[in-house]
Structures are given as structure tokens and as C-alpha cells.
């Protein structure tokens, strides 16, 4: 899930516990699919719901701290 998609989901009315809910499902998903191949079954590391709301709240915050761009 890139920063743009989640900023999206955000603008759109989501609130960041169910972002980084959905975060980290896909997240886990896809560390699963990598693990699925015995010469990754030890790679990539599970993520808890903790990690994945700093990762969508550190994304929130730099959204806020940049200024808008003018076109």
C-alpha cells in the first residue's frame, strides 16, 4: 500500500485505526506470499496493528507538515 493510497482513503473519511487495519492485513499478506517459497520461509518479518498505525500516522503527519504546492 503506497503513501498516496493511503492518503486517499484518509481524505476520503477512513479514520487512521481502520487504515492501519487494512495496512496491515495486506502487509501480512504479502509477507506471506513471500514466506509461501521454501528458500523465503524465513524472510520478512509480521507486522502488528501498533506498527502499522505509527507507519499510516508518521504518513498523516508529513502529508499535514508539507505545504500544498501551487499549480
Same mark, same amino acid.
Not at 524465513?42 to 499510516?56: K, M, R, S, V
Given at each position: 500500500?503506497?503513501?498516496?493510497?493511503?492518503?486517499?482513503?484518509?481524505?476520503?473519511? $477512513?479514520?487512521?485505526?481502520?487504515?492501519?487495519?487494512?495496512? %496491515? =492485513?495486506?502487509?501480512?499478506?504479502q /509477507? &506471506?506470499?513471500?514466506r509461501?517459497?521454501?528458500?523465503?520461509?524465513?524472510?520478512?518479518?509480521? $507486522?502488528?496493528?501498533?506498527?502499522?498505525?505509527?507507519?499510516? %500516522? =508518521?504518513?498523516?503527519?508529513?502529508? /499535514? &507538515?508539507?505545504?500544498?504546492?501551487?499549480?
Amino acid at each position: 500500500m503506497r503513501e498516496d493510497e493511503i492518503l486517499n482513503l484518509w481524505k476520503s473519511g $477512513i479514520d487512521k485505526n481502520k487504515l492501519a487495519e487494512i495496512y %496491515e =492485513r495486506r502487509y501480512n499478506q504479502q /509477507i &506471506k506470499l513471500i514466506r509461501s517459497s521454501v528458500r523465503h520461509r524465513h524472510d520478512g518479518n509480521f $507486522i502488528t496493528n501498533y506498527q502499522a498505525l505509527f507507519y499510516i %500516522e =508518521r504518513v498523516i503527519y508529513k502529508y /499535514i &507538515k508539507t505545504p500544498p504546492t501551487k499549480q
